[in-house]
């Protein structure tokens, strides 16, 4: 069966310090990832999906980027992050449809 | 107006009750309609997944699509406390892969 990987589960940043969000799916090939972004009291925001290995789409233009460096691996990263980038982050896999991991809850103070 | 519609509750009920959730949709290609559950602080878990409209049923949950309403629901029988969670509704286009359209979830409380 197959199992989705994301951590660390929680952190707390300093506004400006760089992120790195790691998620890894095993049990499935060349599926589908995605980034999604749910801050308190509003829906699921797709921020990132991939097809492909170095194949990466944008959805929201923000202070963020993705990577996908293995067929399942999904990365997540700023550079300087803001108040704004606060949230619970949620890696996903897809098929036919999505499934998520367990989410990071970063916190930028 | 939202591609999706869902009503944030929170919705308060007994335990043994049945559960009524739902959403409205206004895009007609929908085809493919989910619903998860999202415990406190946790990833959405896939609870029932269905194709285009009619019921389908897994042990208490009931998941209902009427196309022509653009309407789907997700009935709860014998409703237990741990059913207590965010129900989130999410639909895709039959040519849209897996780029899912989320309701904003209702939250349910069940009371012991």
């Known amino acids: 069966s197959q199992t989705i990987h994301q951590w660390p589960a929680t952190l707390v940043q300093p506004v400006g310090s760089p992120l790195s969000l790691e998620c890894t799916v095993e049990?499935?090939?060349?599926?589908?990832l995605y980034w999604y972004r749910q801050a308190a009291g509003r829906g699921l925001q797709l921020l990132f999906y991939s097809v492909g290995i170095g194949q990466i789409s944008s959805e929201v233009p923000q202070n963020l980027s993705a990577s996908r460096p293995q067929d399942r691996q999904f990365i997540l990263s700023s550079k300087k992050l803001l108040l704004s980038d606060s949230g619970f982050y949620l890696c996903?896999?897809?098929?036919?449809?999505?499934?998520f991991g367990e989410g990071s809850w970063l916190t930028v103070v | 107006q939202k591609e999706v519609e869902q009503d944030p509750g929170p919705l308060s009920v007994p335990e043994g009750a049945i559960v009524s959730l739902n959403c409205t949709y206004s895009n007609s290609a929908f085809q493919y309609f989910m619903w998860y559950r999202q415990y406190s602080r946790k990833g959405p878990e896939l609870l029932m997944y269905t194709y285009s409209s009619g019921n389908k049923e897994d042990g208490r949950f009931t998941a209902q699509v009427d196309k022509s309403s653009k309407y789907i629901s997700l009935f709860i029988r014998d409703s237990q406390p741990s059913d207590s969670a965010t129900y989130l509704c999410a639909m895709s286009a039959a040519n849209a892969g897996n780029m899912l359209t989320f309701g904003g979830g209702t939250r349910l409380m069940v009371k012991p």
């Open positions: 049990g499935t090939s060349n599926p589908n």
């Open positions: 996903a896999w897809g098929r036919n449809t999505i499934y």
